[in-house]
T-cell receptor
């Protein structure tokens, strides 16, 4: 079946260190992936996306890597800051599925001062 | 430029009642998607509206219905509320093009007693 899942439910990281959040997907037809950040009491906030014709994409302090061979997606946050504390979701979108997003269960990132 | 807005922010209902949630999309967006997010889980796709019609639907019963108005705003209606309908209801807007980024509103927290 289809699923988008995460390896670690909680990630504790020291302020200033780099964070890596992982996500596995099982549907090889997936061709668009998005990372969202959700702070307590708020809606998901778009961070970065990547299409299946790419292996890597960089934004401001964030990098997304896509390994289609092992169906693995990761989000790297450089120099993690207290404001990065949140739950991070990867979401999958297949062109054949229209604009429906399928979300994983989320990883909570806790930044220690 | 206002982002996605939703109302109300919080709502308390009792079992069997009906509820209407509202969403105004981001300026320039014509597509509205609704998601249900149970506590501690990722959002689940309910349905999507484009050109005032339901374009796509997730695995939700007919108790969940919606509407899109000519100004692209949308409503989500839930009839015969169940305790299990308690969740954060999220609205996301995008352009009509498939696989364009979806931007989320802050959500409506619904509690069914």
């Amino acid at each position: 079946g289809e699923s988008v899942g995460l390896h670690l439910p909680t990630l504790s990281v020291q302020e200033g260190d780099n964070s890596i959040i992982n996500c596995a997907y099982s549907n090889s037809a997936s061709d668009y992936f998005i990372w969202y950040k959700q702070e307590s009491g708020k809606g998901p906030q778009f961070i970065i996306d990547i299409r299946s014709n790419m292996d890597k994409r960089q934004g401001q302090r964030v990098t997304v890597l896509l390994n289609k061979t092992v169906k693995h997606l990761s989000l790297q946050i450089a120099a993690t800051q207290p404001g990065d504390s949140a739950v991070y979701f990867c979401a999958e979108n297949k062109r054949a599925a229209g604009n429906k997003l399928t979300f994983g269960g989320g990883t909570r990132v806790l930044v220690k001062p | 430029d206002a982002g996605v807005t939703q109302s109300p922010t919080h709502l308390i209902k009792t079992r069997g009642q009906q509820v209407t949630l509202r969403c105004s999309p981001k300026s320039g967006h014509d597509t509205v998607s609704w998601y249900q997010q149970a506590l501690g889980q990722g959002p689940q796709f309910i349905f999507q509206y484009y050109e005032e019609e339901e374009r796509q639907r997730g695995n939700f019963p007919d108790r969940f219905s919606g509407h899109q108005f000519p100004n692209y705003s949308s409503e989500l209606n839930v009839n015969a509320l169940l305790l299990g309908d308690s969740a954060l209801y999220l609205c996301a807007s995008s352009t009509g093009t498939v696989q364009e980024t979806q931007y989320f509103g802050p959500g409506t927290r619904l509690l069914v007693l």
